[in-house]
């Protein structure tokens, strides 16, 4: 089992920086990511960021690229997601997420995560 906990949402205006973490704990050796989704209201879970354990490779929705950086800090077992530029349109419930996936894999596939998080809330006003 891996316990994954999400802390530093918060409501801030367009144009504002936020940084969620998630520390993972338990069995995380059995992960080889840990990846960030995200669920607006009356929208899908979609994926947000993702970036491998081993060689901290990264990869981004195109929505975020450019304004979000998923970083790990081992030693913690914490993964981090810089959000700069934020726009309304990021509102919503931010999930962490670990699970195994091969390079090449479809990071972005929520299959591919076995465990999640409860979320930490995200809202933008314009």
């Known amino acids: 089992q891996v316990q994954l906990v999400e802390s530093g949402g918060a409501s801030v205006q367009a144009g504002g920086s936020l940084t969620l973490s998630c520390a993972a704990s338990?069995?995380?050796?059995?992960?080889?990511?840990l990846g960030w989704f995200r669920q607006a209201p009356g929208k899908e879970r979609e994926g947000v960021a993702t970036?491998?354990?081993?060689?901290?490779?990264?990869y981004y929705a195109d929505s975020v690229k450019g304004r979000f950086t998923i970083s790990l800090d081992s030693a913690k077992n914490t993964v981090y997601l810089q959000m700069n530029s934020l726009q309304p349109e990021d509102t919503a419930m931010y999930y962490c997420?670990?699970?195994?996936?091969?390079?090449?894999?479809?990071?972005?596939?929520?299959?591919?995560?076995?465990?999640w998080g409860q979320g930490t809330q995200v809202t933008v006003s314009s």
């Open positions: 997420a670990a699970g195994l996936i091969p390079y090449g894999g479809t990071w972005s596939t929520q299959d591919h995560y076995n465990y």
């Open positions: 338990g069995h995380t050796y059995i992960s080889n990511v």
């Open positions: 970036i491998y354990l081993g060689d901290d490779t990264s």
